[in-house]
């Protein structure tokens, strides 16, 4: 008797997952991660200095902010999850994937920035103009949450949560700039 094969989930275009057939929770702890990890990095871009740019240690410092954050965060929600635990391995092992792909995000907001401190390192860009570039990119990326938030939540795209993004983008960069005087 031939082997029956698991269900395919339907992917979207280039190879991503339809986020339309996720579970509700599944979707928010992506956004969460999404804009976590955009602010976070976000600090780091507006703390970071143009002489380190230059030097090539802000790549570094991007890429560890993001990728540190990722590991705090997943390690975090494995110890939250262990709320209520039933002890079943298999959903262990299911909760444990399902808890570092939402989490993808935050590893990933630091990629653009760095790349672009990257440039500014071999002499491809000037180091303000690099870091103006990431702070303005990751701004964005946060602004466009509203828009994104509609689509996942089976609306159409319009003004309204446009201009939702862009409120949280301004309050994003607000608590990155806090971060960075308080901080720093």
């Known amino acids: 008797m031939p082997r029956s094969r ?31 990890g955009n602010i ?4 780091v871009a507006i703390a970071v200095d143009p002489a380190a740019i230059r030097h090539g ?13 990722y590991l705090a965060h997943v390690l975090s929600h ?8 039933s002890g079943d391995d298999d959903e262990h092992r299911e909760t444990f994937g399902a808890i570092v ?8 907001s630091g990629l653009i920035p760095a790349v672009l401190y990257a440039a500014a390192w071999v002499g491809w860009l000037p180091a303000p103009w690099a870091q103006t570039a990431a702070i303005v990119i990751l701004v964005v990326r946060i602004g ?10 089976g609306r159409r795209p319009s ?12 309050v994003a960069f607000a608590i990155g700039l806090v971060k960075v005087v308080l901080t720093h």
């Open 57 to 69: 240690s802000a790549v570094l410092t991007v890429l560890a902010t993001a990728v540190l954050t």
């Open 144 to 153: 466009l949450v509203g828009v994104f938030l509609q689509r996942f939540s």
């Open 78 to 85: 494995l110890v939250a999850h262990a709320v209520g635990d």
């Open 6 to 36: 698991p269900p395919v989930r339907p992917r979207a275009r280039r190879g991503r997952p339809d986020l339309s057939t996720f579970p509700v929770e599944r979707l928010r702890d992506r956004l969460s991660s999404y804009i976590y």
């Open 159 to 170: 003004f309204l949560g446009l201009w939702g993004g862009v409120v949280l983008a301004a």
């Open 40 to 43: 976070t990095v976000l600090a």
């Open 101 to 108: 792909r939402d989490a993808n995000p935050i590893a990933t």
